[in-house]
């Protein structure tokens, strides 16, 4: 697991991630990763992540593409045609391959922040997180 201080995000704010991921067992595991450097949300499905993300106002969002109820896409879209959520910075992740293509050839997602396969590894999701955080402008 990787280590490092909270402030190596580029301030003492700990930033607030919301990981949206249908397998429990992997949210789980992301949330381990990412709890010693941010406060870490968790949803399980789209409806309960945008809800979240509107209620909660977090700094980056994880999210699945393949969520039970409504998909990521559709959750991202909802995201960005909302004033107060439209520039949270968004990674997906994806274990389906067709997903994944989808996802990287649209040529509407260009202003997702990455598109990460599942099962993503620690040290690519911590970095990935801190890369997105740095590069918000929701953070002084």
Same mark, same amino acid.
């Given at each position: ?6 402030? %190596? =995000? ?11 991921? /249908?397998?429990? /067992?992997?949210? /789980? ?10 406060? +870490? !949300?968790?949803? &399980?499905? @789209?409806?309960?992540?945008? &809800?979240?993300?509107?209620? *909660?106002?977090? /700094?980056? $969002?994880?999210? %699945?593409?393949? !969520?039970? %109820?409504?998909? @990521? =896409?559709? +959750?991202?879209?909802? #995201? ?10 968004? $990674? =997906?992740?994806?274990?389906? *391959? *067709? &997903? !994944? ?11 997702? =922040?990455?598109? #990460?396969?599942?099962?993503? @590894?620690?040290?690519?999701? #911590? ?9 918000? &402008?929701?953070?002084?």
């Amino acid at each position: 697991m990787p280590a490092g201080p909270p402030e %190596d =995000f580029h301030d003492s704010k700990r930033p607030r991630v919301l990981i949206a991921d /249908d397998v429990l /067992d992997q949210l /789980d595991l992301y949330a381990m990763v990412l709890e010693p450097h941010a406060e +870490v !949300l968790k949803a &399980s499905r @789209g409806e309960a992540a945008y &809800s979240m993300a509107c209620a *909660e106002s977090p /700094d980056v $969002i994880i999210l %699945d593409l393949l !969520l039970p %109820d409504v998909d @990521g =896409f559709d +959750v991202w879209r909802r #995201l960005r045609a909302n004033p107060e959520t439209a520039t949270i910075p968004i $990674i =997906f992740l994806t274990g389906d *391959e *067709e &997903s !994944l293509f989808k996802a990287m050839a649209s040529p509407e997602l260009t202003n997702v =922040f990455a598109i #990460l396969k599942k099962p993503a @590894g620690g040290d690519q999701l #911590l970095k990935t997180v801190r890369a997105a955080v740095k590069a918000s &402008s929701r953070q002084p």
